[in-house]
């Protein structure tokens, strides 16, 4: 019975780890959506995404993938998408990043705070998904 107790115990560990990353997060990316500071991050934020074909609007999925998760951007990117402003080009391109992205700074923040190595959850997520998005990018033809 103790394994049991033990077990639980340190599950309840893992969920107040996970809690004091994730709802604080959340509060600040509110507050941030809210007063435009997302916006603003996203046009510095996007000047790197230029080099894989995507325009300010078709980062901006992106940047808000990377930062609240996959729902969130791929309802950004259906948005964009549906109001014309960004190509289909761009989508896939913004959808391949974001499938190898999503929830970026979240997810490293909480296995950065379990004690996974910081760079070694970062840099090759982000190094990947740019360079599929790169190789999509050149291998998707233009629209007419």
Same mark, same amino acid.
Request: positive net charge.
């Given at each position: ?58 980062? &901006? ?6 930062? &609240? ?27 391949? &990043? ?12 909480? &296995? ?33």
């Amino acid at each position: 019975m103790s394994v049991l107790w033990e077990g639980l115990l340190q599950g309840m560990r893992g969920v107040g780890t996970i809690a004091l990353v994730v709802i604080p997060l959340m509060i600040t990316l509110e507050i941030a959506e809210s007063n435009g500071w997302l916006q603003k991050l996203n046009r510095v934020v996007s000047k790197p995404f230029r080099t894989i074909g995507l325009s300010e609007e078709g980062a &901006f999925p992106v940047v808000v993938a990377m930062v &609240f998760g996959l729902t969130f951007g791929s309802g950004v990117i259906i948005n964009h998408v549906r109001r014309g402003q960004v190509s289909r080009k761009e989508a896939r391109v913004t959808g391949t &990043f974001m499938a190898l992205a999503h929830a970026l700074i979240e997810d490293t923040l909480i &296995f950065w705070a379990l004690g996974a190595p910081f760079l070694l959850l970062l840099a090759p997520r982000l190094l990947v998904a740019y360079a599929m998005a790169y190789i999509v990018h050149k291998l998707t033809p233009a629209e007419s």
